[in-house]
């Protein structure tokens, strides 16, 4: 392998490559959206080509790449026409003949397709913590993505979802690296791997993303370069082990520096670290961004020279024919050897061999009908998994002749339980949903003796208050359904963490009641709820559960299925308190600087929490030595047992803590996990096995290490103690 990760390509692949011009080579570096060469459409559910434009762009321009949906879903049959019409193109009336790799945003569930199979977003599938559950949940989507002709996809997100104000934080498998490496990676084989063939699977977005001082998409990171390793890298890391396809690029900056613009993190990193060999491919514009917005380059040109020396092979331009002009151009003035984009169309057609695109364009659809049944029962089996109960003073499970108020903007709203990237970008086109999706009231309305519905109060604004209060007075439990309405990226940027004010009135009026209150919490980031969290007799976190979310919080709540999430993040209790579960000691001292008080670590909920009907205990946790060498492995077994009366899921965490390092120690860090489903009285032993990768942490030179000294091991409530010779 060269210093850059390249390879030598196949030899279909180097023989097209020996036969490219450089417009045919900058071409295939070339993305555009369906926008760009498509006409008004007239019906939604399909789309028109403009055969001008579609000509221009590939025939003319050689474009490689298309990418996005129009403003809303397609349908299985718009899909591959338009695919066909493209490939047609593409393979009869170019002169090398070289298929359009089509790329789509398929982040939770067929998301783009008319009646697509939708999960919950990755928050939610974080808190199922179950590898197999998010695995089988790629598969349906890959089926359904390769049904439609669609062979790319923009997903799984793997940035790291450590700071809540940050409006894709809900695209994120949580605060941990560990799981969002592991849920990441079930979801690329089962994207790349499942049954019905190969979609590629993308990493995005590399690097440090997830981080913007402010909260706000796109703002910089001021993260140094140790932190980045420590936290943000290891799910790409982990991902490229797993075999990714491609990695999309972090449209914002890391201290200072576009990631589109830095070599050390594309090139020498990715590259030469990590070993990724596929396509790296640009966010929407960000080649032109590094002028217009970032401003480290003076022109648009200079801007392409900085990107492809930085090391990206695909631009999203997304519109215009800009970096194909400039590239060309610094191609025949010596300023960008030829031989560079060698290294980039290579990767590009090399998966498209992988995908089979040379052979079959559109790929083919599933032989048999597509299994909408099954897909939605595996839908609906993550929404109900992704449910987190964080509170139950014994409310719940409702009894069925229950006489329930219904109230709040969550509850009669299918777009607050789908979220963003939900049948459009945005995600809040009702329109767009399918017949199956339901709302909350409609299923308690089904399942309770009786259901009064009052809207009591909009996300942002207040509405009928005094009648949502007087239903809430008449009635056995009051179900308040609070939340975000979906939003996607930038759109969904906020100054205040904290939950609106007239949804905290609402809350705080029905519990004024008396009337026993669930609070029902459907939303893409922990919005603080203090001042009515305490008040509530039950608080069941729902995130974004995906379009059968209605069904499963109601089965949650009248008891048909056990609730087993366990929060994957830190729900904080404060807005100036964003302290996450793996702080630092110091992270928690108090004015008096003792790690208690009003200054100490104190979330309103903590990574972890989660209820069920049933109760788990923890017997015993026995390591399999008191002392290792460096390098060898220790296992961990603990017993866990349901000690209630109903049969349920549970996720066992394994936290470790180092007591001294180099590099100041975490408090506790999840290193690992395991799902398990047990029967009342069934007790069951689960062992985890702590290899070097899981002890050790990054050292002051940026490249971890494993030193010698105490650990703790801590599941639940039980600890061991070893030590690293
Ligand atoms: C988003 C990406 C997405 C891309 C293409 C960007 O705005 O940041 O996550 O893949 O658009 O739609």
């Given at each position: 392998m060269s210093p850059d990760g390249g390879s030598r390509?196949?030899?279909?692949?180097?023989?097209?490559?020996?036969?490219?011009?450089?417009?045919?080579?900058?071409?295939?570096?070339?993305?555009?959206?369906?926008?760009?060469?498509?006409?008004?459409?007239?019906?939604?559910?399909?789309?028109?080509l403009d055969a001008g434009k579609l000509r221009e762009a590939i025939v003319e321009r050689h474009v490689g790449s298309i990418l996005n949906t129009l403003d809303g879903p397609l349908t299985l049959s718009g899909w591959r026409n338009a695919l066909e019409e493209i490939?047609?193109?593409?393979?009869?009336?170019?002169?090398?003949?070289?298929?359009?790799?089509?790329?789509?945003?398929?982040?939770?569930?067929?998301?783009?397709?008319?009646?697509?199979?939708?999960?919950?977003?990755?928050?939610?599938?974080?808190?199922?913590?179950?590898?197999?559950?998010?695995r089988r949940a790629a598969e349906v989507t890959a089926a359904e993505t390769l049904a439609a002709g669609l062979p790319w996809d923009f997903a799984p997100v793997l940035d790291v979802g450590r700071q809540p104000l940050w409006p894709r934080y809900y695209e994120t498998f949580g605060e941990a690296e560990l799981v969002a490496g592991r849920l990441g990676s079930a979801a690329v084989r089962g994207l790349q791997e499942g049954p019905a063939g190969r979609v590629a699977a993308?990493?995005?977005?590399?690097?440090g993303y997830s981080a913007p001082a402010t909260g706000r998409d796109r703002a910089p990171a001021l993260l140094g370069r140790r932190t980045i390793r420590e936290h943000f890298l290891p799910p790409f890391r982990t991902a490229v082990e797993a075999g990714v396809s491609a990695v999309m690029v972090n449209s914002g900056e890391i201290d200072g520096e576009p990631v589109h613009a830095s070599r050390y993190w594309l090139t020498d990193v990715l590259r030469g670290e990590l070993g990724f060999r596929g396509p790296v491919v640009t966010d929407w514009a960000d080649i032109a961004f590094l002028h217009t917005r970032h401003r480290v380059a003076p022109d648009r040109k200079a801007a392409a020279r900085l990107a492809v020396e930085a090391g990206i092979d695909m631009a999203m331009t997304p519109d215009n024919f800009d970096f194909h002009d400039h590239l060309v151009a610094l191609v025949a003035e010596g300023a960008v050897p030829e031989t560079r984009l060698d290294a980039s169309v290579r990767r590009v057609l090399t998966l498209k061999e992988r995908l089979g695109l040379f052979d079959r364009p559109v790929p083919e659809p599933a032989r048999e009908a597509p299994d909408v049944a099954g897909a939605r029962a595996v839908a609906l089996e993550a929404s109900r998994a992704s449910l987190v109960l964080l509170t139950?003073?014994?409310?719940?499970?409702?009894?069925?002749?229950?006489?329930?108020?219904?109230?709040?903007?969550?509850?009669?709203?299918?777009?607050?339980?789908?979220?963003?990237?939900?049948y459009s970008w945005q995600g809040g086109?009702?329109?767009?949903?399918?017949?199956?999706?339901?709302?909350?009231?409609?299923?308690?309305?089904?399942?309770?003796?009786?259901?009064?519905?009052?809207?009591?109060?909009?996300?942002?604004?207040?509405?009928d208050l005094d009648a949502a209060v007087a239903a809430a007075a008449r009635a056995d439990v009051a179900v308040v359904a609070l939340g975000e309405d979906a939003y996607a990226e930038w759109a969904g940027d906020i100054k205040d963490l904290t939950l609106p004010a007239p949804q905290l009135r609402l809350a705080r009026a029905v519990i004024a009641t008396g009337t026993p209150t669930v609070l029902v919490l459907a939303q893409g980031r922990p919005r603080i709820i203090r001042g009515v969290a305490d008040g509530a007799a039950a608080i069941l976190h729902a995130g974004w559960p995906g379009v059968h979310g209605a069904r499963a919080i109601a089965e949650v709540?009248?008891?048909?299925?056990?609730?087993?999430?366990?929060?994957?993040?830190?729900?904080?209790?404060?807005?100036?308190?964003?302290?996450?579960?793996?702080?630092?000691?110091?992270?928690?001292?108090?004015?008096?600087?003792?790690?208690?008080?009003?200054?100490?670590?104190?979330?309103?909920?903590?990574?972890?929490?989660?209820?069920?009907?049933?109760?788990?205990?923890?017997?015993?946790?026995?390591?399999?030595?008191?002392?290792?060498?460096?390098?060898?492995?220790?296992?961990?077994?603990?017993?866990?047992?349901?000690?209630?009366?109903r049969a349920g899921g549970h996720a066992v965490l394994l936290f470790t803590r180092r007591h001294y390092a180099s590099v100041t120690p975490h408090v506790r860090r999840l290193r690992g996990f395991r799902k398990v489903v047990l029967e009342p009285g069934e007790a069951r032993e689960v062992t985890f096995i702590l290899d070097a990768r899981s002890l050790e942490h990054v050292g002051r030179d940026g490249e971890p290490v494993l030193e010698a000294g105490a650990f703790d091991v801590m599941v639940g409530g039980v600890t061991a103690t070893f030590r690293v010779a």
């Open positions: 390509g196949s030899e279909r692949v180097q023989a097209l490559l020996d036969r490219m011009s450089v417009e045919e080579k900058v071409g295939q570096m070339t993305q555009l959206t369906l926008g760009a060469v498509a006409a008004d459409s007239p019906r939604r559910g399909t789309v028109e490939q047609a193109l593409a393979t009869a009336e170019t002169r090398l003949g070289i298929p359009v790799l089509y790329g789509i945003d398929h982040v939770h569930g067929a998301n783009y397709i008319a009646g697509g199979t939708i999960f919950p977003h990755n928050l939610g599938l974080a808190a199922t913590f179950d590898e197999a559950l998010v993308t990493a995005k977005h590399y690097l139950n003073d014994g409310v719940l499970p409702l009894a069925r002749d229950a006489k329930l108020a219904v109230t709040g903007p969550a509850a009669a709203s299918r777009t607050a339980l789908g979220g963003g990237w939900t086109s009702d329109a767009d949903y399918p017949p199956d999706a339901t709302t909350l009231v409609a299923e308690l309305a089904g399942r309770a003796g009786a259901v009064e519905h009052v809207e009591g109060a909009g996300f942002t604004a207040e509405v709540l009248f008891g048909d299925v056990n609730p087993s999430g366990r929060l994957p993040f830190t729900y904080p209790r404060h807005p100036n308190d964003l302290t996450l579960h793996d702080h630092k000691r110091t992270e928690t001292f108090g004015p008096r600087l003792e790690p208690r008080g009003p200054g100490g670590y104190d979330p309103r909920f903590q990574l972890g929490d989660g209820l069920s009907y049933t109760t788990f205990e923890y017997e015993e946790l026995r390591l399999g030595a008191e002392e290792v060498a460096a390098g060898d492995a220790l296992a961990a077994t603990v017993t866990v047992r349901n000690t209630g009366d």
